[in-house]
């Protein structure tokens, strides 16, 4: 991955989506895979710096599924993305979906992103934005953050030895924050913050330490927009079928926004805040905010 550690304040802009979940359409005989070849050719549209992708690519890990099928969708997933190529580079952080059957191996997932060979997790600068990518799903397949793992001491060295900076996001599949009424379903206490006890896991503090801006994630097919401390949490949807049981829920008490559409996320970085839009395949605005820079 080039990078580029020179700060200046040019605006940088990027984009992030996130369960694509290619080959769901064929298998289920919905319309998820047009949906994400729609998303990704809107998101083509706006030639953005780069685009963040916060895991399940696929739609794999299913006991059932043989090996060409897993071909067969990751074909379908680098074909859905080719508008992006030569425009904005993609990172991407791994879901539980893109973990191959039968030993749900992470080896095909790293070839398929361009990390053949080498850990799922990593970090890289654009135009003074450091962006992390985490994999919050092989220890646990559904998420987490052991304490004392070889991801959590590279990421305190990671974080500890930052360049300057100008944005700092970290992106990972799960969500840290969360309706307590998936706590252990999708996620262990390692992973979220937990809004009944006050306890904030291993990710959290380390995340809040380093003075992170973004905490990017997907997972629940919904659009949820949550700030605690100085880091806001933001889940996109791609889509657009939630958990039964997700909508309508008690948003966790952090939340600041929700909404079921499918969409992605406009993030534009000026001389000293981000600012943000939630767009609908549709193209409607679903949420827009601004944020101070935890750093300048
Ligand atoms: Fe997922």
């Not at 809004?195 to 380093?210: D, S």
Request: aromatic residues 8%.
């Amino acid at each position: 991955m080039s990078t580029d550690n020179q700060v200046s304040h040019q605006t940088v802009r990027w984009i992030h989506v996130t369960d694509l979940q290619l080959g769901l359409g064929k298998s289920a005989g919905n319309d998820n895979d047009t949906i994400a070849r729609s998303l990704i050719e809107q998101i083509a549209s706006e030639e953005a710096d780069f685009v963040i992708n916060s895991g399940d690519l696929i739609h794999g890990a299913h006991a059932d599924q043989t090996l060409e099928t897993i071909m067969e969708y990751w074909s379908d997933y680098q074909i859905t993305v080719k508008p992006l190529k030569g425009k904005s580079p993609i990172l991407s952080a791994p879901g539980n979906h893109d973990m191959t059957r039968e030993d749900r191996s992470m080896e095909r997932y790293c070839r398929e992103t361009g990390r053949a060979d080498q850990p799922p997790y990593y970090a890289a600068t654009i135009q003074g934005v450091h962006v992390v990518c985490l994999d919050v799903v092989s220890s646990l397949h559904r998420g987490g953050f052991p304490k004392g793992s070889k991801q959590e001491v590279w990421l305190k060295q990671e974080l500890n030895r930052l360049p300057q900076v100008r944005g700092l996001i970290v992106v990972g599949h799960y969500p840290i924050f969360l309706s307590p009424d998936f706590y252990g379903r999708f996620s262990d206490s390692s992973l979220h913050y937990d809004e009944r006890t006050g306890q904030e896991g291993v990710l959290l503090p380390i995340l809040l330490k380093a003075g992170v801006d973004l905490y990017l994630c997907g997972h629940l097919h919904t659009y949820e927009r949550t700030r605690y401390d100085q880091l806001t949490q933001v889940m996109a949807g791609a889509y657009g079928v939630a958990y039964p049981d997700l909508m309508p829920y008690q948003p966790n008490q952090h939340c600041q926004a929700l909404d079921e559409r499918q969409c992605y996320v406009r993030y534009t970085l000026t001389k000293d805040a981000i600012h943000a839009e939630a767009i609908s395949l549709q193209g409607a605005v679903v949420d827009a905010w601004s944020q101070a820079l935890n750093r300048d």
